[in-house]
């Protein structure tokens, strides 16, 4: 069913498409056809592919990195007073900063290589980690803690057998909203300064005026990305195993 | 047990949560080894004195007779079964050992908690989620995670009111005879739950809370539901409580 409706939605898209281009009568250079596009991505297949490769890598360390240190940062606001206020103000200013504007220093900082893209979406993917988990943590049920204190627990073991357990839902929201925003750091980077990558080849494509590859080369970045996404949100409702599969739907019919 | 359970002294200066004080000048006193039952209406503040006494709300004195500290000596049932939903059910039994860190001895302890989740009915559900058990079920777990933290002093708020009729008869039998000659407070709506196996029986109401002592049928607890002295004064206390919902502005049919 699910399956039906997404095949219907996307030949729905690629027929609007198709309808725009024979209405604007545009150019190919200008907006090419769902048909051009397919036959720019089967010649050059090869090439999108090995610049696909690169951003992909770029994506996932990015994604790993930022994940770890955004766990990291919630986990020390949530378990330190000191860090809550010497930390969480840097946060807010650090997401004040609009990440585009980084990108030129980053690229600067730490070369043209792979490094700043990887920068980029760490910097873009820290932030909604971060604030998630920490929300988590700070969001525990007070009977859990009450019965902890009545067991005699220590801080640190109500820290880890329960505070952290309870806020792994919200990191993985978390961790959801990271990994459909990575993809973006890491273009934002190939964008400003770069020898490779998808990023790299549609700015390329785009100054010699080669629309069909820029969007073959889209479409590439659109399948990493929605393909990124499903392998993350398995894993991560694999993670936190209680909590049902679909809670939206779940909590609808059963309140 | 090891150690003989202490008579534990509560007294409450002033307390409250509004313009009416809940307590004021309250003392109340849990015998050694003796089971006390106390009923009342719902929001007369029953709830409110299991916690103070467990030492999760501020604004009592509790002391045990011995002159020892009570911390680390009671044990505490929630009106929720505050079951934590990635454990499974001997792990939650367990919680307050693995909070406490106390690993050495998990083989007999583990056998422990299997024999007494086999003795309330759940043998064949050790590895389940708490998820998929039913509310019943769930408050069976809580109550052997309780009776697993082997303290002298057991305070009950309500253990059995999600259970069937059948169900709760057996597990009333069975907390009788496991916690025999530990200091409980029993909290419950059910008279007759109270009147089964109460040594002391107070009754709970007013504003601030007044409480008077009910003198329960001569025979040792767990007593006989048929014996017609306990249905008799089953029948008063209904009847008395009854009547203190109405004063308290709510009959059948008037909302």
């Known amino acids: 069913m699910g399956a039906w409706r997404a095949l219907t939605t996307a030949l729905g898209l690629l027929l609007a498409w198709q309808l725009v281009v024979w209405a604007s009568g545009a150019p190919p250079f200008i907006l090419p056809g769902p048909l051009a596009v397919a036959r720019a991505l089967a010649a050059r297949l090869t090439l999108i592919l090995e610049h696909a490769a690169i951003t992909a890598v770029e994506i996932v360390l990015g994604l790993i990195i930022g994940a770890l240190l955004g766990s990291l940062s919630g986990l020390l606001l949530a378990a330190f007073r000191t860090a809550r206020r010497w930390l969480l103000p840097l946060l807010v200013i650090s997401q004040a900063l609009p990440v585009f504007a980084l990108a030129p220093l980053l690229v600067l900082w730490l070369g043209y290589g792979l490094a700043s893209k990887v920068a980029m979406a760490v910097l873009i993917i820290y932030f909604p980690v971060t604030a998630a988990f920490f929300d988590g943590l700070r969001r525990t049920d007070p009977g859990w803690l009450e019965l902890a204190r009545v067991m005699n627990a220590g801080r640190h073991a109500v820290l880890w057998h329960i505070r952290v357990p309870a806020a792994l839902p919200a990191l993985a929201s978390g961790l959801r909203v990271a990994t459909s925003v990575a993809p973006i750091g890491a273009v934002v980077g190939e964008w400003v300064g770069s020898s490779a990558g998808l990023g790299f080849l549609m700015l390329h494509a785009n100054a010699r005026m080669q629309a069909d590859l820029l969007f073959a080369a889209l479409v590439v970045l659109a399948a990493m990305a929605v393909g990124l996404y499903f392998a993350v949100d398995r894993l991560l409702s694999r993670l936190v195993f209680w909590e049902p599969r679909d809670p939206g739907l779940g909590r609808e019919d059963g309140a | ?255």
């Open chain 2, 1 to 255: 047990m090891p150690e003989r359970p202490p008579g534990v002294d509560v007294s409450v200066a002033q307390l409250a949560f509004d313009a009416s004080p809940l307590f004021d000048s309250f003392r109340f006193r849990l015998e050694a080894g003796r089971w006390t039952c106390l009923l009342g209406p719902s929001g007369v503040g029953k709830t409110t004195l299991v916690r103070l006494i467990a030492g999760i709300l501020e604004g009592a004195s509790v002391t045990a007779d011995d002159g020892r500290p009570l911390s680390g000596r009671i044990a505490w049932m929630a009106q929720g079964d505050l079951l934590l939903p990635w454990l499974s059910v001997l792990e939650n039994v367990l919680l307050g050992h693995r909070l406490r860190g106390q690993r050495r001895s998990r083989p007999e302890l583990a056998a422990r908690a299997r024999e007494l989740l086999v003795r309330v009915g759940l043998g064949e559900r050790l590895d389940a989620l708490p998820h998929t058990l039913s509310g019943g079920m769930r408050q069976r777990v809580a109550l052997v995670r309780t009776l697993m933290e082997e303290r002298p002093v057991v305070l009950m708020d309500e253990p059995f009111s999600a259970l069937d009729a059948v169900t709760r008869f057996r597990l009333q039998e069975l907390a009788a005879r496991l916690l025999a000659r530990h200091t409980v407070l029993l909290v419950t709506h059910s008279p007759l739950e109270a009147l089964r196996l109460g040594h002391r029986l107070w009754v709970m109401t007013g504003r601030p809370v007044r409480l008077r002592e009910v003198r329960p049928p001569p025979a040792q607890p767990p007593r006989d539901v048929t014996d017609p002295a306990l249905l008799r004064i089953e029948g008063e206390l209904l009847r008395e409580l009854a009547a203190g919902q109405e004063v308290a502005g709510w009959a059948p049919g008037a909302r």
